[in-house]
């Protein structure tokens, strides 16, 4: 059975910072092309942040420079160290793990609510 377990959301004030985790069990992220995504409610689900199995990342124009995706294939865990953080920024943030080939392989977390606000 796959998991995506994300955690470290919470209350942050604006210009505070956050890391979130995504630990996997059931597969091998460094088989896979991992990325975080956030929603908020009434809105469709947005990409922040992807890294895949050689460590190259990309960053959506919104967060770069503030957000920083990373992957620790011993841990099995990949991270979102989030700075400067904006109230625009709050969203439930989810992990996700792609992998495409002859069957594609696509699993998501439950999420993990961010909430910027003083």
């Known amino acids: 059975q796959v998991q995506l377990v994300e955690s470290g959301g919470g209350l942050v004030q604006p210009g505070g910072s956050l890391r979130l985790s995504c630990a996997a069990s059931?597969?091998?992220?460094?088989?896979?092309?991992m990325g975080w995504y956030r929603q908020v409610p009434g809105k469709q689900r947005e990409l922040v942040a992807t890294?895949?199995?050689?460590?190259?990342?990309n960053h959506a124009d919104s967060v770069r420079g503030r957000f920083t995706i990373s992957r620790d294939n011993a841990k099995n865990t990949v991270y979102l160290e989030m700075n400067s953080l904006k109230a625009e920024d709050t969203a439930v943030y989810y992990c996700?793990?792609?992998?495409?080939?002859?069957?594609?392989?696509?699993?998501w977390g439950q999420g993990t609510q961010v909430t910027v606000s003083s």
């Open positions: 996700n793990a792609l992998r495409l080939g002859v069957v594609k392989s696509d699993y």
């Open positions: 059931g597969i091998s992220i460094s088989f896979y092309f």
């Open positions: 890294i895949d199995s050689g460590g190259n990342t």
